[in-house]
């Protein structure tokens, strides 16, 4: 039991410093390792296994809703890069740069990928003739590289994984509409698997993606009341498309241009799972993502038969859950913190006595809650335990969320709140990114999040500078 108390002390309180409790989580579960390169880091086998599970299940949506597959070069021409204007404005302070091949210097510089919409477009222009050929559903799982000035794992990193939507569409309204579908498909995937409530609505035209005619925004709040940015779809009109001469003949038999759309979410949501469900204890994993879902600790596993349960126990729950043994020599006790550590949402514990009455005992990560439970009714026992679970954390975290959501009627109650109690703040504005620009320097940082598609009606004038409001916001601080 020395080790346990060990590795509670080694996570630094969430209350004392939240950013140091962030980093020794991220360490201490052995989710990642930092590199030799500046912003780059090593994901481990538990971090990645986080990362296949919401691919596999995003990937899964987006199938359901007709995208393909594809995969684009790591390295775009500078000079296919400079064909849109305002997207490379947007880029340039971010872009790496190859300037030599093997010993030649490069004529046409590379640079490699922030994302990807100048590739995807330069394709799209060769193989789109005729509006049969639309709509055009594509995306792409790859890693991105953003020269950030400030990094943290899995937040923001010089190189990360990601995937990509870009899309055609015969007409705007069929492109804005698949816009909103695919950010719905991330809303869903945030409350159904990750357990995560969110705020959804349009970017402001200041918080736009560069080059995009609308952006939306899935909106999480953490536990600490800061936003991170979850997702993000942009409905970019023809812009690109015209700038990369992409043309079909339509229905009317004249040449037009497709309208666009862009798509994406990262590994930043692996960031958001821990800043949303983790405690002084580690991490907390809601169940669908969790890597192990399952993890069997025998007691007194020198004794006669009780290895021998435990894995008869494990094959037959193997086949509907992501199950673990643990029968290492490490103590049952480091086992538990271990496990705890690192967020396994059922620990499963089985010693001799249990196997004489035939049953177990399951222990929940979100409650500490122990349940004795007979061996012959384990697999609903463990089904309807994972889904408690998931829906606990759901509900934690919607609390979070609305506690810590404030409405501010005039400047000096924005300010006060803003001052006083970290969260989101709702409040009226006229449309003016100046009054972004004095909120901002004003609070030291809190930045309009997005314009919910529920809009409340909370007065007539902007809470900034009192002039007619055209909107509310929900404004917050973010990672």
């Not at 405690?279 to 399952?294: C, E, Y």
Request: charged fraction near 25%.
């Amino acid at each position: 039991m020395a080790q346990q108390k060990k590795r509670v002390e080694d996570i630094t309180p969430m209350e004392e410093d939240f950013g140091k409790w962030y980093t020794d989580i991220v360490k201490k579960a052995e989710l990642m390792d930092y590199s030799s390169v500046k912003g780059c880091m090593v994901i481990e086998p538990y971090g990645y296994a986080i990362w296949e599970n919401m691919q596999h299940d995003l990937d899964a949506r987006f199938k359901a809703v007709g995208v393909q597959n594809v995969y684009m070069p790591m390295f775009i021409p500078e000079s296919l890069f400079l064909k849109e204007k305002e997207h490379v404005e947007g880029f340039a302070p971010e872009v790496a740069w190859v300037t030599q091949g093997g010993d030649e210097p490069l004529t046409d510089r590379l640079l490699v990928r922030p994302t990807s919409e100048v590739l995807f477009c330069e394709h799209y222009q060769k193989v789109i003739h005729s509006y049969r050929d639309l709509p055009k559903l594509y995306n792409q799982w790859c890693s991105v590289v953003r020269w950030e000035k400030t990094v943290r794992p899995f937040l923001r990193s010089t190189e990360f994984l990601w995937q990509e939507g870009h899309t055609m569409h015969e007409t705007a309204e069929e492109a804005e509409a698949f816009t909103l579908k695919m950010l719905h498909v991330y809303a869903d995937f945030y409350r159904d698997v990750l357990a995560i409530p969110a705020v959804i609505g349009k970017k402001t035209e200041k918080e736009k993606f560069a080059g995009a005619v609308a952006t939306y925004t899935i909106e999480p709040m953490m536990h600490n009341g800061v936003a991170l940015q979850g997702g993000t779809t942009h409905f970019f009109g023809d812009g690109f498309p015209t700038a990369f001469g992409i043309t079909f003949t339509g229905r009317d038999n004249t040449l037009k241009h497709p309208y666009e759309t862009s798509w994406g979410v990262s590994t930043r949501m692996i960031g958001a799972v821990i800043m949303v469900h983790g405690d002084n204890n580690g991490l907390a994993l809601p169940p669908r993502v969790a890597p192990v879902q399952v993890v069997i600790v025998p007691v007194a596993q020198h004794k006669p038969g009780v290895l021998e349960k435990a894995g008869e126990i494990t094959a037959a729950l193997g086949q509907k859950f992501r199950v673990k043994l643990d029968d290492s020599d490490n103590s049952p006790g480091w086992k538990y913190a271990q496990y705890e550590m690192q967020g396994v949402p059922i620990r499963l514990e089985l010693g001799p006595r249990d196997i004489e009455n035939g049953q177990c005992v399951l222990v929940r990560r979100d409650t500490g809650e122990k349940t004795t439970v007979a061996l012959d009714d384990l697999e609903g026992a463990i089904a309807q335990l994972l889904d408690d679970i998931h829906q606990n954390m759901y509900n934690r975290a919607l609390e979070n969320l609305r506690s810590k959501t404030f409405e501010a009627h005039d400047y000096e109650e924005f300010l006060e709140i803003a001052r006083d109690k970290p969260g989101f703040i709702k409040a009226m504005w006229c449309g003016d990114p100046a009054c972004e620009d004095k909120i901002k320097e004003d609070t030291g940082g809190v930045k309009s999040r997005c314009i919910p598609f529920e809009e409340e009606h909370l007065g007539d004038v902007c809470a900034c500078c009192g002039k007619p409001a055209k909107h509310m916001v929900v404004w917050g601080r973010q990672y």
